[in-house]
């Protein structure tokens, strides 16, 4: 990872990679990997089971109660003693600890988030020097926080008694969490540097953007320049992609730090958008500071040219809450990120990347950084400004109270201007959220009577809460990235009470509340920020932390990867109501992720399809911190689920909804597009062996970023006496070309009740250089059609469909670096809702 903070000076030296660590306690030193922490570090010794198999979670909470040092030796030549300064630079320190160079007290750290810049050069020497890093534990460490208060935060999801999880500027999700396990780590998280300076840096480039059009865009960058002394140098600035706009320039730099202003005019700018919508454009500015014709220091500086504005204000619906990006309302499609694994370090760029090609697969335009989690590594947010991808950025904070003290608000003040200053030069990012829930928790979730809190304590803590997400953070917003929006706490409107109509909500009638599915298509709110539902892991994926005999719902090692309390007897009485009986514990699983596929179908459908009055639909949540059941789309070994796929259908440009409304079969079209084309629309009424029934066509212009009515249909006229249980009305889009633009089935009784017949299935294979292509066809209906290649890795373009008889469908599995002898041998099975087959 790199980033503003770890930029090379003119000598680097990367720290990172082979270090030693030891429990305080010991006097063994062990190889260490950097970045890292001390549960993958034993891992890697052998001192500990894999931390994710069977139920080797609550054997390993003993390691959050010790302290762990780690140490690094390193050389450095006479050539360092050039530089005015030498600095180390730590970019992620986990959390409480303190650092020794050649052992003498260089530095402390408290809180997770925030990187640290030192100068040491007084205290390195010619040739070998010794860094160490000594951690304290976090359980230790904030024990007597919670000793001296006499009461405990209302943290639910923090998995002990003591609630020391709201004392720790750490991740609140490692001291665990309704979908993950707790690990309470120590250990350096990101990059670790030492850096040499010369005569002066470029410390930031705050973009500020003054007036934009599509005719010309005027900007400027605030430089904060770092300097050993006052002294006259060059500034160069170049710009790749317009270098109309290269100048060079000379500054007057003072001792210490100082701003300089460099303002910008563009004629005929190319504007960034979210993906789906145009380009996600982006300038590279470089900054150079120049000695005569000695470099100084450079400083690389990515934007984006766009306007945003969050709306949330009354109208005559209510309270709306919607995004308008370049002038143009847009919709929101999407869903909620948490950290990709239990231990952070191991999100590679690798995996950001990987995450990022579902997430613009599945056609979504905005992800949401969950409070309870970690500010992303700078890779993450460089991608989504790459893929035009909106990012919805929480502080970290969630589900509690939290204190207020002096100490406390300096220690998020700092994190707070750490993150600000880092992110608010991306385009994604769109707005910052104080907290999850918290609002939604004073009101409704009974913390006096669960706690036992007096009057006069709930109101000091209600008192601190006011300080540190109506003050505190901001403020601190206000300071640092003047005019994003900032909202005190999502949700703004409750789930528990009649406001749909008000702002963003997070509805968890469906899941929490028990609630049917039919609910999602009852309660719209203006923006939906979370929802989901539940569902495991394929057999294929739980074949890596788990052993045949755990397979049953109420087995230890299953409860172990369940972190919700009512979770798998959820799971299994809404499948009873939806579903036929599963034959096996395979089937189990897979019938799962249809449930969680089809249930969020109709959410997602419901939302769109409420348009404007409902802007935004992002569900919960994408991606999994460990292997486990969970509300995600993407489970931990990054298998797409049933849900992905459907998302990826349900967020296509353009949507077909097909529903029932008051006896009638409606049928509506959602369509991003910000300008109307002509198409067609076929609507086709058949039974489940392909016998056309009825059909109607109509041409139309699609609607231009909006949701518009296109037929009524009577039910009981178009049924005509035929078995509902055996029919299937399909509707699809065509252009004016008749390319296939997107299309809808709807049917007229649950699964449960659909009369499905054994299909004959033919199933044929091409082969191409670094990519198989699959071709299925069908003589009767197939129901949520699941593929699977065994032993490959990826993911089908296309997976958990429907087949109609008689209509082919094709798809491909990428495999690069795959030769064609070794694609030609594998091979592929099939499952639908009426049972298992084999091919």
Known sequence: MTSNLSKPGSVFLDLCGDWQFRQASSEQWLPATVPGCNFTDLLANGLIDDPFYRDNESHLQWIERQDWHYQKRFNLGRDWWQN???????????????????????????????????SCKSLLIEGENLLEVRFRSPINETMPAFLQAGFAYPAENDKSEEKLSVYCRKAPCHFGWDWGPRFVTSGIWRSISLQGVQSARIADAQFIQHQLSSEKAEFSFALQ????????????????????????????????????????????????????????????????????????????????????????????????????????????????????????HQMTAQRHQADFAAVVAANMNMLRVWGGGIYQDDEFYRLADENGILIWQDFMFACSLYPADDAFVANVQEEAEYNIKRLRNHPCLALWCGNNEVDMAIKHWQWPDKFGYSDSLYSRLKDDYIRLFDQCLPDAVAQFDAGRFYLRSSPIGFWEEDMDHMGNHHYWGVWHGEEPFSEYQKRIPRFMSEFGFQSFPLASSMTRFTEPQDWQLDSEVLRVHQKHPRGNSLIRSYMEQEYCAPENFPRLLFLSQVQQAEGLKLAFEAHRAARPF???????????????????????????????????????????????????????????????????????????????????????????????????????????????????????????????????????????????????MTLTTQVESERLNLTLTADTLVRQCHIEIAGAPGNLSDNFFDLLPGQSKCLYLELPDWQVSDIEKLSAHYQSLYKEEEQ
């Not at 992620?92 to 160079?101: A, I, M, N, Q, S």
């Not at 400083?299 to 040219?305: I, K, N, S, T």
């Not at 008051?662 to 489940?688: N, Y």
Request: aromatic share 10%; glycine share 6%.
């Open 225 to 344: 320049a770092e300097a050993q002394q006052q002294q006259q140098l060059t500034l160069q600035v170049r710009c790749r992609q317009a270098p109309e706009l290269n100048q060079q320039c000379s500054v007057l730099l003072d001792k210490g730090q100082s701003v300089h202003q460099v303002g910008f005019s563009l004629d005929n700018p190319r504007l960034w958008w979210p993906n789906d919508l145009g380009e996600a454009f982006l300038y590279d500015f470089e900054f150079s500071l120049l000695d005569g014709d000695e470099m100084v220091d450079t400083h690389h500086q990515r934007v984006g040219l766009r306007t945003l504005e969050v709306v949330n204000q009354p109208d005559e619906m209510g309270l709306s809450f919607y995004l308008k990006v370049n002038g143009q309302p847009v919709f929101m499609k999407g869903a909620n990120y948490i950290p990709g694994d239990s231990f952070i």
């Open 84 to 118: 005015a300064d030498i600095q180390l630079v730590a970019e992620g320190l986990d959390t409480f600890c303190e650092l020794y160079l050649n052992g003498h007290k260089l530095a402390e750290g408290r809180n997770m988030f925030v990187g640290q810049r030192i």
């Open 614 to 760: 409902c802007m935004g639909t992002l569900y919960w949540q994408l991606n999994d911190t460990w292997p486990a059941a969970s509300w995600s789309g993407i489970d931990y070994y990054g298998r797409w689920k049933a849900l992905h796929y459907q998302a990826r259908r349900s967020f296509r440009t353009d949507l077909l909804v097909l529903d029932e409304h008051k006896g009638d079969i409606r049928v509506r079209l959602v369509s991003d597009r910000l300008h109307s084309i002509k198409a067609s629309l076929e609507l086709t009424l058949m039974d489940f062996d392909g016998q056309v029934i009825w059909q109607q066509q109509q041409t139309l212009e699609t609607p231009k970023n909006t949701s518009t009515q296109l037929a009524l249909l009577d039910k009981a006229t178009l049924l005509n006496g035929q078995r509902a249980e055996q029919l299937v009305l399909q509707g699809r889009l065509l252009d004016a070309q008749g390319q296939l633009l997107t299309d809808s089935l709807y049917y007229f009784v649950p699964s449960k009740l659909q009369e499905l017949q054994r299909p004959n």
